[in-house]
């Protein structure tokens, strides 16, 4: 039987040396920029510490709304979900887009401050191995609250971009373990991992676990508890 290994994560952060000060720059850039960057300003944010809640879920809306307070940019950038995205290109085009069909409305140019500029910048994901091992879907129950935030953005959110399969680590486990699990695979696949927290996702998925398996559900999870790593 083939075993989870949990693991953790973190992310490296790398500048680009791309920045832009307008959004007309902002679009010029993210037309060739590393596909990397692309995915850094839309996923990395889960994994970067957070001071308050956030307002927008990627770095372009954000820097829209807080640099150019261009509103309607921000909004329009803030919808943009790239779990609907399986290719980064296509997210890239989406970004392009929106960005062009704003740009086609305004005639106002709006400049960010110098020091206030969008640096583009890339991450790579660098994993620790926990050495703890499952053997049983139902662990999974008793596990997934004790996980950190990194073992959950390495096993549901980045695990989609690794090939050849493109599905989180829960739902490719489950795969191996027969029929009797495939309602369970069906709930996991429907969340949709960018909208939330890294905590609240924690949450959810140990609820789906514990309801499948007849278990009441972990307490909150929301603070960190003491993890495993």
Same mark, same amino acid.
């Given at each position: 039987?083939?075993?989870?290994a ?11 040396g791309r920045? /832009?000060?307008?959004?007309r ?5 993210i037309?060739?920029v590393?596909?990397?960057s692309? $995915? ?6 889960l ?14 809306a954000t820097?829209c709304?807080l640099s150019?307070?261009?509103n309607?940019? /921000? ?10 995205f399986s290719d ?5 085009? =989406?970004?392009i =887009?929106?960005?062009d069909?704003r740009l086609?409305?305004?005639e106002?140019?709006?400049? /960010? ?7 583009? /910048? ?11 091992r ?14 950190s935030?990194?073992?959950?953005f $390495?096993?549901?959110v980045?695990?989609?971009r690794?090939?050849?399969?493109g599905q989180?680590d829960?739902?490719a486990?489950l ?5 009797? $699990?495939?309602e369970l ?6 969340m ?5 927290s890294?905590?609240?996702l924690?949450?959810?998925?140990a609820?789906v676990f514990?309801?499948f ?10 603070r960190?508890p =003491?993890?495993?790593?």
């Amino acid at each position: 039987m083939v075993e989870f290994a949990i693991k953790d994560c973190t992310l490296a952060i790398l500048a680009t040396g791309r920045r /832009a000060q307008t959004l007309r720059e902002l679009r010029d850039v993210i037309r060739n920029v590393h596909v990397g960057s692309i $995915y850094h300003h839309f996923w990395g944010t889960l994994l970067r510490p957070q001071f308050s809640d956030r307002e927008y879920n990627n770095d372009f809306a954000t820097w829209c709304r807080l640099s150019l307070h261009d509103n309607t940019a /921000a909004e329009r950038l803030a919808v943009i979900d790239p779990a609907h995205f399986s290719d980064l290109e296509d997210l890239r085009q =989406e970004l392009i =887009e929106v960005i062009d069909e704003r740009l086609d409305e305004t005639e106002v140019m709006l400049f /960010a401050r110098a020091d206030r500029q969008f640096h583009f /910048a890339r991450s790579v994901i660098v994993v620790f191995d926990t050495n703890k091992r499952l053997t049983e879907p139902h662990e999974l129950v008793d596990a997934l609250p004790l996980m950190s935030v990194g073992s959950i953005f $390495y096993h549901f959110v980045d695990a989609r971009r690794r090939e050849p399969l493109g599905q989180d680590d829960f739902q490719a486990w489950l795969a191996g373990m027969g029929p009797d $699990y495939e309602e369970l695979r069906e709930s996991v696949a429907a969340m949709d991992p960018y909208f939330e927290s890294l905590f609240v996702l924690r949450d959810r998925l140990a609820q789906v676990f514990a309801g499948f398996f007849g278990r009441p559900a972990a307490g909150d999870s929301s603070r960190p508890p =003491e993890v495993i790593a």
